[in-house]
Structures are given as structure tokens and as C-alpha cells.
Antibody, heavy 119, light 107 residues
Framework: QVQLVQSGAEVKKPGSSVKVSCKASGGSFSSYAIGWVRQAPGRGLEWMGGIIPMFGRTNYAQNFQGRVTITADKSTTTAYMELSSLRSEDTAVYYC????????????WGRGTLVTVSS | EIVMTQSPATLSVSPGERATLSCRASQSVSSNLAWYQQKPGQAPRLLIYGASTRATGIPARFSGSGSGTEFTLTISSLQSEDFAVYYCQQYNNWPLTFGGGTKMEIK
């Protein structure tokens, strides 16, 4: 059973960048897709984008185009999500999630990483 | 982008009762519809995919139905651990989109 372990909470200044990691263990990382979903405080879920590590192919939500970069390191079975030009509205919990069928369906989720953007 | 609309926003139900949650898509998503459960401070958990297939380990009291644009999640007899927020998500088209959620609370 694959497990996803995310990096710890971050506090960032407006205008800076944050990079969140998501390490997969217990499965064949490369054959899956990894998606990133965020949740602002008290709000719903918002898909940001995803990657298929085997091919390095990425797909981003238009809302984040140009600000988000998703990468993966097959050697360490770790995916990364970097969000730049941070603003207060980016304060949220950022989840990585496993899409084992590369279909957009998230069957396993990480525990989330809280990113707080504050001056 | 496909807009997913869930109703009601909040549902008050007594333990042991049946609960029915609705999800509507702005255009057809075929059967590519999932339901997730989220408890406070936790990540979402996959309950249903393909509109009606329970994910591994999900109790039989959870059932999903529908296709096209109208979907329903039914919990046949609510247990205390079922009080949570439920989200639907379409994975028929990119970008992937979620509904706004239905909060299930104890009556």
C-alpha cells in the first residue's frame, strides 16, 4: 500500500515562493500520477495540477498557470509542488494525492502541508 | 470548466437515519464521478468512484448512483463516524473540479 508523506508546515512572506514535497513509499511511484489539491481555511478543495513521474508529463489548472511548477524525482520517489509570487490568498493546506490509474481519481492522500502567507 | 454543485450545503440528520446528498455537473461527466469524505483536520478519503463503486474498505452503508449530470450519495444508516464533509469530484474532463461540499451534522 502506497503512503504519501508530505513536508512540514511553512510560513512565507508575500511575493516569495514555497516548495512542498511529497514522498511516496510502498509502491511503484513511476507508474502512478500525483496530483496536488489545496484547501483554504474553511473552504473546499481546489485542484492545482499533477504529474506522471514516468513520463515527466504535467498538467496544470489554468488558475495557477505560470505560478505553479510540479516536478518529480523518480530516484527518491518524491514529488514537489512549487508555488511562486505568494499572496495571502494562497494560505491553505496543500495536499498531494495518488492517482493510481492516471485518470484524475485520487485514491490515496497525503496528510497535507499548511502554508501560511503573512507579512 | 465543469462546475460541480452540491446540495444541500448542510444536512442535519440523526444517527441511524438515512442521508441523501446530491451533486450536479454543469455538463455530462458520464460516470466519472467520485465522492470523498473529509473529517476535521484530516485529508479527504475516497469513498466512491465510477459514480457507484465503493473504494476498498468502505462500508456497504455508503452507496452512489447516477450518471451524466445528476448524482447521489446515500448513507443508509448514519453512524457517529459518518458526520463529516462530503465532496463530489468529476474526473471526466480537465481541469478536475470538486463540488463545494455538503456538511453532515448531527441533528
Amino acid at each position: 500500500q502506497v503512503q504519501l508523506v508530505q513536508s512540514g508546515a511553512e510560513v512565507k512572506k508575500p511575493g516569495s515562493s514555497v516548495k512542498v514535497s511529497c514522498k511516496a513509499s510502498g509502491g511503484s511511484f513511476s507508474s502512478y500520477a500525483i496530483g496536488w489539491v489545496r484547501q483554504a481555511p474553511g473552504r473546499g478543495l481546489e485542484w492545482m495540477g499533477g504529474i506522471i513521474p514516468m513520463f515527466g508529463r504535467t498538467n496544470y489548472a489554468q488558475n495557477f498557470q505560470g505560478r505553479v511548477t510540479i516536478t518529480a524525482d523518480k530516484s527518491t520517489t518524491t514529488a514537489y509542488m512549487e508555488l511562486s509570487s505568494l499572496r495571502s490568498e494562497d494560505t491553505a493546506v496543500y495536499y498531494c494525492a495518488l492517482d493510481s490509474g492516471s485518470s484524475g481519481l485520487f485514491d490515496i492522500w497525503g496528510r497535507g502541508t499548511l502554508v501560511t502567507v503573512s507579512s | 470548466e465543469i462546475v460541480m454543485t452540491q446540495s444541500p450545503a448542510t444536512l442535519s440528520v440523526s444517527p441511524g437515519e438515512r442521508a441523501t446528498l446530491s451533486c450536479r455537473a454543469s455538463q455530462s461527466v458520464s460516470s466519472n464521478l467520485a465522492w470523498y469524505q473529509q473529517k476535521p483536520g484530516q485529508a479527504p478519503r475516497l469513498l466512491i468512484y465510477g459514480a457507484s463503486t465503493r473504494a476498498t474498505g468502505i462500508p456497504a452503508r455508503f452507496s452512489g448512483s447516477g450518471s451524466g449530470t445528476e448524482f447521489t450519495l446515500t448513507i443508509s444508516s448514519l453512524q457517529s463516524e459518518d458526520f463529516a464533509v462530503y465532496y463530489c469530484q468529476q474526473y471526466n474532463n480537465w481541469p478536475l473540479t470538486f463540488g463545494g461540499g455538503t456538511k453532515m451534522e448531527i441533528k
